[in-house]
């Protein structure tokens, strides 16, 4: 191995055994009276990657089983490289699991599987304003400013009548409505006097 395979900024020591399996989905759909299927890609499936070793002694067990664990349990994306990895789109990896052995007849020794799985970034958020064609952002905000200027021209004509009041819009004539309509009910018990109820 010309490169010592790297989870993050931690080196994985003393590899012995380093597998990577790569695979396609693929929808299959039978053709009548064909003797084969006609096949549909579906992309391909995250990789894994399986390294296995051994380390020695108290001291580099106890580093190793230290870092490991903690990567595995932050369960974050990590880089990965390796040799095994060139020419892929591999760029991170998540500890999927951990097999930790130890023997009677090497008590010094551990040995160690674990299992990498591909774990690509995710895509970048949307752009909310991508859609729109930059010509109607141009026409709106030239929209608004010519709203703007109209409003600036109303203003400098003078005292602009309150609309939210029309009968401010009709003076005096108001009051003398009311007083005619209040006359006519005068009117109404006069004339059931003269002409009676029935």
Do not use: C
Request: no cysteine; net charge negative; proline share 9%.
């Amino acid at each position: 191995m010309g490169v010592t395979p790297m989870l993050g900024d931690w080196e994985v020591p003393r590899v012995a055994f380093l597998r990577m399996e790569e695979a396609r989905k693929l929808a299959e759909f039978a053709v009548p009276t064909r003797g084969g299927s006609v096949y549909q890609d579906l992309g391909a499936t995250a990789a894994v990657v399986e390294i296995a070793g051994a380390v020695f002694g108290p001291e580099e067990r106890s580093a190793f089983l230290t870092g490991l664990r903690e990567r595995m349990r932050a369960a974050e994306p990590l880089t990965f490289v390796a040799d095994i990895a060139e020419a892929t789109d591999i760029q991170f990896v998540l500890v999927e699991s951990l097999v930790v052995e130890e023997h009677g007849v090497r008590p010094d020794e551990i040995a160690y599987r674990m299992r990498l799985r591909e774990s690509p970034p995710p895509p970048p958020p949307p752009d909310p304003l991508g859609g729109i064609d930059g010509g109607l952002l141009d026409a709106a905000s030239g929209f608004v400013a010519a709203a703007g200027a109209a409003l600036d021209a109303l203003e400098a004509l003078g005292n602009i009548p309150d609309f939210s009041d029309p009968s401010a819009l009709l003076g005096g004539t108001a009051d003398g409505v009311k007083s005619a309509l209040s006359a006519l009910g005068d009117i109404g018990p006069k004339l059931n006097a003269l002409f009676g109820d029935g």
